[in-house]
């Protein structure tokens, strides 16, 4: 029997309308899929009601992989590729499998020969490192920074150090409603003279870029909303 093939389908990043944002093409192969591997049921609905408002949501299966259940549904989800059905793993926002639930099914899925097909769309990461200014060659995402604030900063200066060694670039993401104390942290302990870049709601029509030195930051108030925003650090390609 052949077998499904596994798709990683971006989602929007908060921007009402699809279209301009994901191509007809992933659309179409959106609106033909039955079985989803998913991080939020609600998001998803959204996201196949904007594809298609008649979409047949009842008729569809869905998955859902978080930290509370990802394992216990990774084989039943396999189990439905080998039977012959695509598979679509849906993302809360954004590109799927990454600072996101599914990179264990993918695995799982190159392990039993599923064709793994990732699909075009919105990447918060890489739109916000085109945006930035900074070296797009040589750079790293962490993901999420510890919670605890010392931790916190001390990840931070280490980031600092390997900006200074070799000019790369270091991103990394919070909790909207900690924005605030990760961009407070940045400016309190970091060099002045390296550099930040916020990348605030991209792709939405209060999307904000914004690149300044630390001191240049320490001269602005600034308070980040409680909205999705990718911070960069690097160094001045300039100097």
């Not at 029997?1 to 908060?14: A, D, F, S």
């Not at 992933?26 to 904007?50: G, M, Q, T, Y």
Request: with cysteine; net charge positive; hydrophobic share 40%.
């Amino acid at each position: 029997m052949k077998k499904g093939v596994l798709y990683l389908i971006p989602n929007t990043l908060g921007q009402e309308s699809i279209e301009g944002f994901l191509p007809l093409e992933i659309i179409n192969k959106i609106l033909s899929i039955r079985v989803f591997a998913i991080e939020e049921i609600k998001s998803a609905r959204r996201l196949l009601k904007k594809a298609d408002k008649d979409f047949p949501i009842d008729d569809c299966i869905f998955f859902q992989l978080d930290k509370h259940n990802k394992q216990e549904n990774i084989e039943d989800i396999i189990c439905q590729l080998m039977k012959g059905n695509d598979v679509g793993v849906l993302s809360e926002a954004g590109t799927p499998c990454v600072a996101d639930p599914g990179a264990v099914l993918v695995e799982k899925a190159h392990e039993n020969e599923i064709k793994v097909k990732p699909l075009i769309g919105p990447s918060s990461i890489i739109l916000s490192l085109m945006a930035s200014g900074l070296n797009g060659q040589n750079f790293t995402f962490h993901g999420y920074l510890p919670k605890e604030q010392y931790k916190r900063i001390a990840k931070l200066k280490e980031i600092e150090k390997i900006t200074q060694l070799d000019n790369s670039s270091h991103l990394f993401i919070e909790t909207p409603f900690r924005n605030q104390h990760l961009f407070d942290d940045i400016i309190k302990n970091l060099q002045n003279d390296t550099q930040l870049c916020l990348a605030v709601n991209l792709t939405c029509n209060n999307e904000r870029i914004t690149r300044k030195s630390v001191q240049e930051w320490k001269k602005t108030t600034l308070v980040l909303t409680k909205n999705p925003c990718i911070f960069i650090v690097g160094k001045s390609l300039l100097k």
